[in-house]
């Protein structure tokens, strides 16, 4: 950096959000002058962006889904062919966002890659969001509709059916992910859900071995595995559960030595530390150094939603992860903070921080 960039760089770190105009009158210079410089800074990946995003801020980088979540529940024995009176709920989704929301509370630093429509799903999406994580490199696609699951649920609450409209994430392309170089390259960690398509998530795994950035996979569900990329060799994380495992390797999960099997081959395949959940029967964790660990369930009596509450659990063993935790404690703060979420009627806690995740931790021990 030459002298002014410098300057420009040190006043942007202590005020991210400081005008071109300001920065003009500090260091001396026209506004344009200071735009010009301001766009070397970016081109060379001293800057990653709108409110000035420094390079010595690493940022967890969340790549994935984001939609609006419906429910429609129908009052009274639906009826087909005909109109049904309904109550409706609407709420922010998707496993990337949902993940990089708990991350957020926890006092991470999360960026949102992710792409939508130019529509009012979006806005809703966006200001339920913008607290807990930087939006600034979302893209939108024109003439696309933002990612939206619509369920219709009976007077029980069973599903009679639902809808998923998740086109827009096929524009999450290479390409796209590409023009985020400087981004992900200084990403602390890089956390993709299986939204994304396969090419896609086959270059995050090039991207992440060359790079020798962290890599965590969430797959969505168990008709997605199959996106999972041909060489996992540079995953460091997979979060996944019975269901997509028993999927991938076409063999069930009936006991807990099956369910160790089913760590060893994952493990076998380059990835680094691998999850599989169970439900109520608890999780199994492990990597080739500390082993594999069972962590039981915990009874959680009163459920009030089980949305959101996977997601709590990758972004709570994720967390404790980079916090320099064992496996055994990762273990259990995932487990923890599972079943704080499905006791709360919103897909993520709203009661969660750092300090609160440590006190349950502690309470639970």
């Known amino acids: 950096m030459t002298e002014k960039e410098q300057l420009i760089f040190d006043l942007i770190r202590n005020n991210p959000y400081i005008s071109q105009q300001e920065l003009a009158e500090a260091v001396g210079l026209s506004r344009p002058s200071v735009a010009n410089m301001i766009s070397g800074l970016t081109r060379k990946g001293h800057i990653l962006g709108r ?19 419906r429910k429609f529940q129908v009052k009274n024995k ?13 709420s922010v989704g ?11 509370r926890l006092g991470q630093d999360v960026t949102l890659l992710t792409t939508c429509g130019a529509d009012s799903d979006w806005s809703f999406i966006e200001e339920s969001s913008k607290v807990f994580m930087n939006l600034d490199q979302v893209t939108k696609i024109p003439g ?14 069973e599903m009679i059916i639902a809808l998923a409209d998740m086109e827009v994430y096929e524009a999450l392309s290479p390409e796209l992910l590409s023009q985020q170089e400087a981004l992900l390259n200084r990403a602390k960690c890089i956390i993709a859900d299986l939204n994304c398509p396969k090419e896609t998530l086959q270059f995050l ?13 969430i797959p969505v569900s168990s008709p997605k595995m199959e996106r999972l990329p041909d060489d996992l060799s540079g995953v460091t994380w997979l979060i996944t559960n019975r269901d997509e495992s ?8 009936s006991n807990h030595q099956e369910w160790k099997q089913a760590i060893e081959k994952w493990l076998s395949l380059g990835i680094a530390n691998v999850v599989i959940t169970n439900g109520k029967k608890g999780s199994m964790l492990g990597n080739k150094e500390e082993g594999i660990y069972y962590v039981p369930s915990i009874e959680t009596k009163d459920v009030v939603d089980v949305t959101g509450a996977g997601d709590a659990f990758s972004a709570a063993v994720i967390y404790s992860w980079l916090e320099g935790k064992n496996l055994s404690q990762i273990g259990r703060a995932g487990t923890i903070n599972a079943s704080k979420t499905l006791q709360s009627a919103y897909t993520v806690r709203q009661d ?11 309470e639970l021990s």
């Open 144 to 157: 696309a509709a933002t990612g939206s699951y619509t369920a219709v649920i009976d007077t029980n609450g």
């Open 94 to 104: 998707g496993v990337a966002r949902n993940v990089a929301e708990n991350l957020g």
């Open 205 to 217: 795994c090039y991207y992440a071995k060359k790079h020798d950035r962290p890599l965590v996979l």
């Open 246 to 253: 028993e999927t991938y390797f076409k063999a069930k999960i």
């Open 78 to 90: 639906a009826q087909l062919g005909t109109s049904n009176p309904i109550k409706s709920m609407k």
């Open 51 to 69: 409110a000035y995003i420094l390079n010595d801020s690493q940022q967890i980088v969340c790549i994935g889904g984001a939609n609006l979540d």
């Open 352 to 362: 969660l921080s750092a300090a609160q995740l440590q006190q349950d931790l502690e």
